[in-house]
């Protein structure tokens, strides 16, 4: 998947989220649309595509989904490290430093994601979003630990008003570096079903 231009919006009603992402589909001709529902209710409408088709299917949603949009992202020039990230694939490593940004909104951590693996020479370990983290979301940066730490306060400054907290651990210990790495959920070290 190598668009230029990645949208999403957050909606806290999957009723308004539903007709909003119809809208905007409708309105524009984007490469890509992907929707669904996450934790805690809310409805996700990922979209993908030249910048202006993007542009103009995000003014669709919003203006169909005013009164229940939550939270919105537009990057026109998205890494490539975020939509593998999108996808679910974590890195392997056990670099210097770990660094971690929480959000109250899955729109702000691939925001904030974004931000950080540009801004500095990190790589993005994981991106979680949603399910499992009650609606919130959580990126994992990893590298050495100035830029762990330049890539937390680039990533800092694009959560804004949705961080919920920031954290650089320098040389985390190879046994929570096994457990941070791996799914997330605590019942899967027990198998218990993640429902």
Do not use: C
Not at 92 to 105: C, N, R, Y
Not at 109 to 131: P, T
């Amino acid at each position: 998947m190598d668009f230029p231009a990645l949208a999403l919006l957050e909606f806290s009603s999957i009723a308004a989220g539903i007709e909003a992402g119809d809208a905007m589909v409708k309105r524009a001709p984007v490469s890509k649309i992907q929707t669904g529902t996450v934790q805690p209710g809310h409805y996700l409408v990922l979209v993908v595509g030249d910048v202006a088709s993007v542009e103009e299917a995000v003014a669709a949603g919003k203006e169909v989904g005013q009164a229940a949009l939550r939270d919105a992202l537009f990057l026109p020039n998205v890494h490539p490290d975020v939509v593998i990230a999108l996808g679910g694939r974590r890195q392997a490593g056990h670099e210097d430093a770990l660094g971690i940004i929480e959000t109250t909104s899955v729109a702000s951590a691939i925001l904030a994601a974004d931000a950080g693996v540009k801004g500095a020479e990190v790589s993005l370990l994981q991106l979680r979003l949603a399910d499992g983290l009650g609606g919130k979301g959580l990126v994992y940066f990893h590298g050495l630990v100035a830029d762990v730490e330049t890539a937390v306060a680039i990533a800092t400054i694009s959560a804004q008003n949705q961080l919920v907290k920031q954290r650089v651990i320098p040389q985390l210990h190879t046994e929570m570096w096994e457990n941070v790495n791996g799914y997330g959920r605590f019942g899967q070290h027990f198998g218990w079903d993640a429902a």
